[in-house]
């Protein structure tokens, strides 16, 4: 059995999916999530996966003092990914102070208990959302960091500057991953996104609406300033992202690292329009989509993708799976949710 990693928010989406990727690589996974956005039941989906559930550790994280008998109990860590967070935008504006209460607080807690407990190595869930409508495309890691859109955002922008002081400040190396659109499910269908009420993303969206859940699909604004008039966005798969974690906290783990903090973008390198998806999701499911124009979504940036030379060359990780693959697995497990296979 090789090192013991922290996954926090590992019963998530993204943290889930990482979780199992771990494991297939012979890490051993403690989870530590409060459920407050996932189900204790993704520890057996990740079992039939991989062959052995993960340990769990249910805990808010925002609490210093379970933070840190966590940390206390399990005194052999060799990371942490930090995935645990809240991540709707529109929410946040609604309620800034639920999200830098979340979002910086249990990063802080985190932070202090592994300097207690001397665990140095931390990988960090960020977003491109940080460059906003960045100068010019690809963006890559030195674009300027735009004044954020929303308090969502705005905890990542702070909570990479707390990563960085941290470091220059002590033993901690860090590697912050910034990610485009993830989208898509395990290509197994028994993990993938869980989205609470109406979602606000375009794929899970797309899938609920061809399923029946949603009447119809508002492509929001057709006059932007692309090829087809719609949006455009690097959409990455979340298998790709998973492995991306995987080699991050490896390289810090063998002392890899060019810095002691590093900053990727996590993107599959080119955009498409929402049209594009919709497209492909059509032609890979052979479902007619019930969809519709309407007014831009306000706080949407014409078009962003990611310049990922970074992350090819240093981490040696290329995003492999395409729209197709993306389609067809959050579409996938959008069918299993529907015919009670999973829950
Ligand atoms: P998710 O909501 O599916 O997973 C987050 C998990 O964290 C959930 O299981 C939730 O229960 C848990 N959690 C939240 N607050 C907690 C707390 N205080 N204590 C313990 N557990 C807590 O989200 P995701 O899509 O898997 O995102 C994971 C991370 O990636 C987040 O930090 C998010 O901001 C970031 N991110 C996500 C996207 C995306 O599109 N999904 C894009 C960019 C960045
Ligand atoms: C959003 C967040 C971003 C976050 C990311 C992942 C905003 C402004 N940004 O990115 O901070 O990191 O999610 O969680 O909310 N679309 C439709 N109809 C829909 C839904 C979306 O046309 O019903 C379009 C949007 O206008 C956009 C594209 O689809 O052009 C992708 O939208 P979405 O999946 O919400 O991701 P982002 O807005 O890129």
Known sequence: MKNKILVTGGTGYIGSHTAAELQKHGYSVVIADNLCNSKKEILLQIEKITGKKP?????????????QKLF?????LSGVIHFAAFKAVGESVEFPLKYYHNNLFSLVNILQAMEKYNVANIVFSSSCTVYGEPDSLPVDENAPVKPAMSPYGNTKQVSEEIISDS???GSLKSISLR???PVGAHSSGLIGELPLGVPNNLVPFITQTAIGKRDVLKVFGK????????????YIHVEDLAEAHVIAIERMIKCNQKNDFEVFNLGTGS??????VINAFEEVTEVKLNYRFAERRPGDVPEVWA?????NGELGWVAKKNLADMMKTAWKWEQNLAEKKIF
């Open 223 to 234: 006059d932007y300033p692309t090829p087809d008039g719609t949006c455009i966005r690097d």
């Open 307 to 311: 310049d990922t030379k970074f992350a």
């Open 167 to 169: 470091v220059g400040a």
């Open 55 to 67: 340990e769990f550790e249910l805990i808010d994280l925002t609490s210093p003092e379970d933070t």
């Open 72 to 76: 206390e109990k399990h005194n052999d």
């Open 271 to 276: 955009g498409n329009s929402v049209l594009e």
């Open 179 to 181: 990610y485009f659109n």
